[in-house]
């Protein structure tokens, strides 16, 4: 056991921090598994998203989720379900608007002091 104060303290936030990242892979370990089991749409996307989260937390390196969700992908096509749109391709084009040109305020020339010299 630490003696030191800050040390002791690291043991409760790594404590917890361990308990949190344990209940992200256990959610996450249960999807994929769903997913095995029965190939559908909503099986999929609470796959994808719990892979997601995972890379959000930490838990998960973002290219070992991206390899992950390509064979999911790729097992939803040859299961026949159609694979959940990501949130980049769900959300709608994005369309440039002209914005309003506002006038320019014409600035007035500062006043110049005279000073008197003696």
């Known amino acids: 056991m630490p003696?030191?104060?800050?040390a002791k303290k690291?043991?409760?936030?790594?404590?917890?921090?361990?308990?949190?990242?344990?209940?992200?892979?256990?959610?996450l370990r249960g999807a994929l598994k769903l997913f095995?089991?029965?190939?559908?749409?909503t099986a999929h996307s609470s796959a994808q998203s719990a892979i997601d989260t995972a890379v959000k937390k930490g838990v998960m390196h973002k290219n070992k989720a991206a390899r992950l969700k390509k064979q999911l992908a790729t097992q939803a096509k040859a299961a026949g379900a159609k694979p959940a749109a990501t949130k980049?391709?769900?959300?709608?084009?994005?369309?440039k608007k002209a914005?309003?040109?506002?006038?320019?305020?014409?600035?007035?020339a500062?006043?110049?002091?005279?000073?008197k010299k003696k």
């Open 88 to 95: 980049k391709a769900a959300a709608k084009p994005v369309t």
């Open 10 to 27: 690291r043991v409760r936030v790594a404590t917890k921090a361990a308990a949190r990242n344990s209940k992200t892979k256990r959610v």
């Open 36 to 41: 095995t089991r029965k190939s559908t749409t």
């Open 99 to 108: 914005a309003p040109k506002r006038a320019a305020a014409p600035k007035k």
């Open 3 to 6: 003696i030191i104060k800050s």
């Open 110 to 115: 500062a006043a110049k002091k005279t000073t």
